[in-house]
Nanobody, 128 residues
Framework: QVRLVESGGGSVQAGGSLKLSCAVS????????MAWFRQAPGKEREFVGG????????SYADSVKGRFIVSRDFAKNTVDLEMNSLKPDDTAVYYC?????????????????????WGQGTQVTVSS
């Protein structure tokens, strides 16, 4: 059973930065695709950013492109989401997810249905 635990959420003013981290329980994590999603109150869960198995491919939602960075640390078995120039619209619960799907592992993927393993989520609140 793969277990993911997010940390690093909190409250920040607009324009500030936060860094989220997701710890993965399994060593096979090193061959899985990873992604961050978020869900704001009253809205559907949406893709934020993702990274393929070796870190060579990353992708981002248009709303965060140029502000957020996804990276993975194989030594620590973690995937991080660095969030800069935060806006009130970034307020949401952020989830990390992992997929062993072959295409996701190789190229990364954005569809939540391709990610069977999820963390419990961490709250990010951005005030204006």
């Amino acid at each position: 059973q793969v277990r993911l635990v997010e940390s690093g959420g909190g409250s920040v003013q607009a324009g500030g930065s936060l860094k989220l981290s997701c710890a993965v329980s399994e060593r096979t994590f090193s061959t899985y695709a990873m992604a961050w999603f978020r869900q704001a109150p009253g809205k559907e869960r949406e893709f934020v950013g993702g990274i393929n198995w070796n870190g060579g491919n990353t992708s981002y939602a248009d709303s965060v492109k140029g502000r957020f960075i996804v990276s993975r640390d194989f030594a620590k078995n973690t995937v991080d989401l660095e969030m800069n120039s935060l806006k009130p619209d970034d307020t949401a619960v952020y989830y990390c997810a992992t997929s062993s799907d072959y295409s996701c592992r190789r190229y990364g993927c954005q569809a939540s249905s391709l990610y069977p393993y999820w963390g419990q989520g961490t709250q990010v609140t951005v005030s204006s």
